[in-house]
């Protein structure tokens, strides 16, 4: 655990606790479903949404309209049309104008200055790039920074770049021995399903032949490395991240990725992008890998754990949720599965994987805290809802385009307010598997 008394914490926390709940909860609606990086939509029957809740596993999977369920996702906007007199209409609000800056231009020199001192150190302190990076990290050292707190690079300058080589040279091995031959009659179906899930991403970037093809060798591999898992669906939204960062490295800051040619980037440093995604990946899906396995029990337990925080948080959010039929795992599944990739705009993923790697092994543990806080957020508006097709709308719909770094830096200090409180305390997290 990150040595953080919250007594100490310095502004880019105490600020954040402190705020009151009109800052924190400011949401900004609009009618239209967004699209968000990593967005995937498989060809499947669309299913009613039904209130009952799931008995187990498989009737999860199949009654609840997950991400990548496009068309269940269109049957809850045809629902939300026909109710539109039962349920809120949402509309945007406007920022408050005089909303708390709390990185302004000074202070973000600052802090990069901070962060440049720390990684040119001949032994770098690990401890203290986490405590600098927990609020963010600058985008000109983001790539540099992720690599150590991954636990990909060595904390020594003198040995940085030998590692560096020594793994992109593994990967282009490993690419070579396992997708650059003919498939393992075993690999078929793995191959396959990352194959059709890929082309589902939706922003242009990801629709390019080179990008896609980057991001199947980089899952193909892991799966392979990984049987015990294997590839799971919503995984390559977990590659997003490390990809995007990665890829600025070797671009202009300001550069618009999102109409860039990736072809256009020399193939050696495209190589070096695939084998750094790779292994970060890999570094990160090592503290988490039981949520993949075996119909996902972890993330199940998961689930359990944030339903009995919220009832313990919050006894009345909980029980308008029970009230109305919401069954925890029909919305915060894909929460914990895709770490909330689907539910931010890709910016805000990435500032919020600062924290993330910052946390390093107590990650797993602190991900459970920042479900509980984004759900918190939204209480009042959940609160307004009157019945089950209001409440699953919102949930898979929640309006979050708007969000920029500062939103995230109150949702992780609500977290780590939640996790400070919590964590110890009797009679909590007790489910057992």
Known sequence: MLDLDIGKMGDHVQKYVN??????K????????????GRASPKKESKSVSSSASTSFDDFQESVSDAWEIEAEDEILRISAQGESSSQTYKESRHTENRVNFLNSEVDTNKLTKFQVLLESNLLNLEDLKKLSWSGVPVEVRPMTWRLLAGYLPT???????????KRIDYANLVKQYYDTDKDEVYKDTYRQIHIDIPRMSTPL???????????????????RHPASGYVQGMNDLVTPFYVVFLQEYLPIGTNIETLDVSSISKKNRDSLEADSFWCLSKFLDGIQDNYIFAQLGIQYKVNQLKELIQRIDGTLHGHLMKHGIDYLQFSFRWMNNLLTRELPLRCSIRLWDTYLAESDCFAIFQLYVCAAFLLHWRQELLEEKDFQGLMIMLQNLQTQNWTDTDISLLVAEAYKLKFTFADAPNHLTTKR
């Open 206 to 224: 990801f629709q390019q032949t080179t990008v896609q093809e980057m991001f199947e060798r980089i899952l193909f591999i892991w799966a392979i």
């Open 156 to 166: 020594s300058t003198e040995r940085r770049q030998e590692a560096l080589d020594r």
């Open 26 to 37: 400011n949401s900004f609606w609009k009618k239209n479903i967004r699209n968000l990086p």
């Open 19 to 24: 705020d009151n709940d009109m800052n924190l």
